[in-house]
């Protein structure tokens, strides 16, 4: 009897150790990509989407993924992470976004750059041209591109936001109403599923929309894990944008926002259109 019950403790021991083993699997991926689905993960663990579903279930509860529609996103503290670590995050996503806006900025442009890691990491793209002049309330960005002396940076006074290096304020909102741009580059908190831009603040909203009004070539740039994202403050909508890039395109229901902006959606990598 004694022996029985030690196999049984043994092998109930085991099926836990792979279940956390499992669930810390998924949480890396979910945090490497942004989103994770339960179809793909139950092909990846060879389990079935039930079991997927639980380890979902479990890890939102402890409030280190959010619930979405056939999957679950990563935000394990996601809105207040490091810039650094919130920039890898699908992190060969938004390079393919930024390698592609960038093929469309001129040289000698004059260019309005928003908050938020896909923006910086369009800046970087951005260094091989010349003469561009760049006014930004993102601190990253400015310091990528000041690498080029041919630059011309912009920024607004003020209080710098942490641990963003941004800046948020007044002064931030109105310097885009002080400039007309050849292009706006801005990024968003997340996508609703009736195409309704979010962002955590509502000031990061002001800030998007001057872009886009003082833009004349708007420029969204965003990778997938971005719609069903989840943010309190609204405003603009996915079909007032000049262009929309993205990595590639969204799963349903999402994927309906697309056909009514064919003409001004880009995929990385993909030709854009005139």
Not at 16 to 30: N, S
Not at 174 to 190: C, E, K, M, N, S
């Amino acid at each position: 009897m004694g022996f029985h019950t030690g196999v049984t403790r043994v092998a109930h021991t085991s099926r836990r150790g792979a279940l956390m083993d499992r669930r810390t699997a998924i949480l890396e991926t979910a945090q490497s990509q942004g989103r994770v689905t339960v179809d793909r993960l139950a092909a990846q663990f060879g389990v079935s989407a039930h079991t997927i579903r639980r380890d979902l279930n479990a890890l939102c509860e402890e409030a280190k993924l959010r619930r979405l529609h056939g999957g679950a996103e990563f935000i394990d503290g996601s809105a207040n992470m490091p810039y650094a670590a919130r920039a890898i995050l699908n992190l060969e996503a938004k390079q393919a976004i930024a390698t592609t806006v960038a093929k469309m900025v001129f040289d000698g442009a004059t260019v309005f750059i928003s908050i938020g890691t896909t923006p910086a990491i369009v800046a970087r793209a951005l260094l091989a041209k010349e003469g561009l002049t760049v006014i930004t309330n993102n601190l990253n960005a400015a310091m990528t591109l000041s690498e080029n002396a041919t630059c011309r940076i912009i920024l607004p006074g003020g209080e710098m936001r942490l641990p963003d290096r941004d800046f948020l304020n007044a002064a931030a909102i109105g310097l885009f109403d002080a400039y007309r741009a050849d292009f706006g580059i801005f990024g968003v908190g997340g996508i609703d599923e009736d195409g309704s831009l979010l962002d955590f603040h509502a000031p990061e909203v002001a800030a998007r929309e001057a872009i886009r009004r003082n833009s004349r070539r708007a420029v969204l740039v965003a990778d997938h894990t971005k719609f069903g994202r989840r943010a309190a403050a609204v405003g603009g909508r996915l079909d007032e944008q000049d262009l929309v890039v993205l990595d590639s395109r969204p799963q349903p229901p999402f994927a309906a926002l697309l056909p009514p902006i064919a003409a001004r959606l880009v995929i990385a990598d993909q030709e854009r259109p005139r």
